[in-house]
C-alpha cells in the first residue's frame, strides 16, 4: 500500500511558476510509470504528464516545453515543474502511482488533488 502526500498548488499570475511535490510513503514491489493527471471544473481528468520506471516522459501535447516531469527515488517523491502558467492551466491536479504490489497486483494510488489557479 502507498499513500501520497501532494504539495505546492496556489494561486499565480499567468506566465508564473509552481512546483508540485507528490511524496510517497508506505512499500510495494515496484512502479510502472508515475503520472500527473489534472481536472478543471466540468472537464474530464485528463494525463498532463508521465515518467516511467526506466526514466521515459511524455507529455500532453498543451504542456509540452512548459511543464517538467521528475522525479528523486531517494525522497520516492515526484515532482511537476510548471512554468509560463496559463488560464487554462487552471485545475486540480493529481498525481498518480501505476504500481506493483508486493502481491504482484497493479495497483493505482492517487494523491489527494492541489488546486492551481490561474490568474490574468
Known amino acids: 500500500q502507498l499513500q501520497l502526500a501532494e504539495s505546492g498548488g496556489g494561486l499565480v499570475q499567468a506566465g508564473g511558476s509552481l512546483r508540485l511535490s507528490c511524496a510517497a510513503s508506505?512499500?510495494?514491489?515496484?512502479?510502472?510509470?508515475l503520472n500527473w493527471y489534472r481536472q478543471a471544473p466540468g472537464k474530464q481528468r485528463e494525463l498532463v504528464a508521465s515518467i516511467t520506471n526506466i526514466g521515459t516522459t511524455t507529455y500532453a501535447d498543451s504542456v509540452k516545453g512548459r511543464f517538467t516531469i521528475a522525479r528523486d527515488n531517494a525522497k520516492n517523491t515526484v515532482y511537476l515543474q510548471m512554468t509560463g502558467l496559463k488560464i487554462e492551466d487552471t485545475a486540480v491536479y493529481y498525481c498518480?502511482?501505476?504500481?506493483?504490489?508486493?502481491?504482484?497486483?497493479?495497483?493505482?494510488?492517487w494523491g489527494q488533488g492541489t488546486q492551481v489557479t490561474v490568474s490574468s
Open positions: 498518480n502511482f501505476d504500481a506493483v504490489t508486493h502481491s504482484y497486483i497493479r495497483e493505482q494510488y
Open positions: 508506505g512499500s510495494i514491489y515496484g512502479i510502472n510509470a
